[in-house]
């Protein structure tokens, strides 16, 4: 809304101005400073909403009414209790310019029928999809070296998430309470179903890409014939009695380049047999796996120590190394 819209609006009425809702905005970066096992998020939330109350209400009795209110139960994803905002401020202003249907029931009712779905959207977008996925990323180029990586997390994380706490209180507060119609429409629920296949899809690509596995059991040990291998012995022989010439030493390299086994014998291993089969298979069975365990409720604790001893084991059988 512009500046202008906003000083037409206010000829109607007390509106709440561009400035108060910037206000809520760096307020609600704040929403779980005060969390507490009674209420929750409910002093951060009502700390959120002083600027509201203080603008739209005059009398100390009504603004102290309205932060009593906005002292109840309160809980959801912190990243998401933005559309909320903007939908309470909505209807505060509301019922500052005289519309009698709000009540506190009413407002406190909207407040809570919106915390648990979106509650639902938060945690697979946000702690599912775009903190691993950024996080990866930042700590691939840490491990190479590069100190932009940490820097590049941080402030994309930051812009990313104060943006859509911006835009997403603009949202409600402009929708009203327009935007329960259309979270009551099914739209929460395909959000979350996207989120979740978009988490599952980045994971399973990034999965093979940060688990290594390796399984050095050798599965066959075949002599080679004579021709098809570089002996490794009269190379050496020939280095150390200095007879190698530069176009031997190409020779062999360009052998070992097109495939020909080193040594008299050919060894296959396990992860030879998996490598030709699909790269990465190993670990993309291991997730699978965790993820079944997770979903038969058993603790991450105990699947943390359980792939520990798994890991041991086959290291002391010479399965894995």
């Known amino acids: 809304m512009s500046e202008v819209q906003e000083k037409n609006v206010q000829a109607d009425g007390t509106h709440l101005t561009k400035g108060d809702r910037i206000s809520t905005w760096w307020r609600s970066t704040f929403l779980q400073a005060a969390w507490n096992y009674e209420r929750m998020q409910n002093v951060g939330w009502a ?22 209110r906005h002292l109840e139960f309160f809980n959801t994803h912190p990243y998401v209790a933005s559309p909320v905002l903007g939908v309470e401020m909505a209807l505060e202003e509301q019922r500052a310019n005289g519309q009698t249907a709000i009540d506190d029931e009413t407002i406190n009712g909207v407040k809570v029928g919106m915390m648990g779905p979106l509650a639902g959207v938060g945690d697979p977008i946000w702690w599912g999809t775009v903190r691993p996925v950024l996080g990866a990323f930042c700590a691939g180029m840490a491990q190479s070296g590069q100190i932009l990586g940490p820097i590049i997390f941080f402030f ?68 080679m014939q004579e021709g098809a291998y570089v002996d490794t012995n009269a190379l050496a022989k020939m280095i150390n009695s200095g007879d190698l010439s530069g176009d031997q030493l190409a020779k062999v390299i360009g052998n070992i380049q097109s495939g020909q086994n080193i040594g008299l014998w050919k060894v296959t291993t396990l992860q030879d047999t998996l490598n030709q089969l699909i790269p990465g298979l190993a670990p993309l069975l291991m997730m699978f796996i965790v993820l079944w365990l997770l979903r038969k409720n058993v603790s991450p604790i105990t699947i943390i120590f359980g792939l520990f001893a798994v890991g041991i084991a086959a290291y002391a059988l010479g399965i894995m190394a």
Request: glycine share 8%; hydrophobic share 45%.
């Open 47 to 68: 700390y959120a909403m002083v600027p509201t109350i203080k603008r739209l209400y005059q009398s100390k009795d009504e603004r102290a009414a309205a932060l009593k």
């Open 156 to 223: 994309a994380w930051n812009i990313a998430r104060m943006a859509f706490l911006w835009y997403t209180q603009e949202l409600g507060y402009r929708e009203g309470t327009n935007i329960t119609e259309n979270m009551a429409g099914g739209m929460m629920q395909k959000i979350t179903t996207g989120a979740s296949i978009l988490g599952m899809f980045i994971m399973g690509v990034l999965v093979p890409r940060w688990t290594t596995m390796n399984f050095p059991m050798v599965i066959s040990k075949v002599k």
